[in-house]
């Protein structure tokens, strides 16, 4: 007996449509834990934008950190914090940049703690006394300077990107100012490029006219004016190592 060739069609068809693949995991709301228990408020001890003039120091008339002495700064800086002040080789070079808007250098300065952690601090000079603007912890993957901004790169879990800590002066204080997350940089790729598309070649045949002067032609989208940096420029010596261990 033989079947109609529909019904064999049929027989290996696949089956189709919607289909049980089980029971739906249960949708829950978050679970708070402790609800009841908040932490104290934070002490001034811990805020990085803390101001506190540094003792044992002369006053500067002239208002410009560029007229002190920056390892006397960070010495005098660490023993009024009751640290024993750091080798000299544990300081890097510092940097002088007007981060508090009035028209004078402030000192720039990081102390590295051991292979990984360091001490970033931000020194200004405010009524004649050297004054601490800024102090924090960080594993420093990078320090940028832009348009008055102090960008702070940390590595994170992911070894694709950093977090970005950015601090600006307010008119009283550094502030905090944004929290984001950026690619990871490396010293073969220190900041991001940009891959511009090369048009097909043409097809037409050559013109034998002479060629006409072409109008100047606009820069590329993403190129800046002249005079204009295009991203901030690194500031402090990076962090190279490949790994990517977790923030502090």
């Known amino acids: 007996m033989t079947l109609p060739p529909l019904a064999l069609a049929a027989g290996c068809a696949g089956v189709a449509g919607l289909h049980d693949d089980g029971r739906a995991r249960d949708v829950k709301a978050p679970l708070a834990l402790w609800a009841d228990r908040t932490p104290a408020p934070r002490v001034r001890d811990e805020d990085p934008g803390e101001q506190r003039a540094v003792p044992g120091l002369a006053r500067v008339p002239s208002g410009t950190m560029k007229d002190t002495d920056p390892m006397a700064v960070v010495r005098a800086d660490f023993a009024a914090d009751g640290d024993r002040p750091p080798a000299p080789d544990a300081v890097r070079s510092p940097v002088f940049h007007d981060l508090t808007d009035d028209g004078s250098p402030d000192l720039i300065s990081a102390v590295d703690l051991d292979a990984r952690a360091s001490l970033l601090r931000v020194y200004s000079v405010r009524k004649q ?95 800046p004016a002249s005079g204009t940096p295009a991203r901030a420029a690194p500031l402090l010596e990076a962090a190279t190592r490949p790994e990517s261990p977790e923030s502090p």
């Open 129 to 223: 006394v050297v004054t601490r603007v800024l102090a924090m912890r960080a594993v420093l993957a990078g320090v940028e300077l832009a348009a008055g901004h102090l960008a702070v790169r940390e590595p994170t879990k992911d070894p694709r990107y950093v977090s970005v800590t950015d601090y600006v002066w307010d008119g009283g204080r550094m502030g905090l100012w944004d929290l984001t997350l950026d690619d990871y940089r490396t010293p073969r790729n220190p900041l991001p490029t940009t891959a511009w598309s090369t048009p097909p070649p043409s097809t037409s045949p050559p013109s034998t006219s002479p060629p006409s002067t072409p109008p100047p032609s606009a820069p590329p989208s993403g190129t």
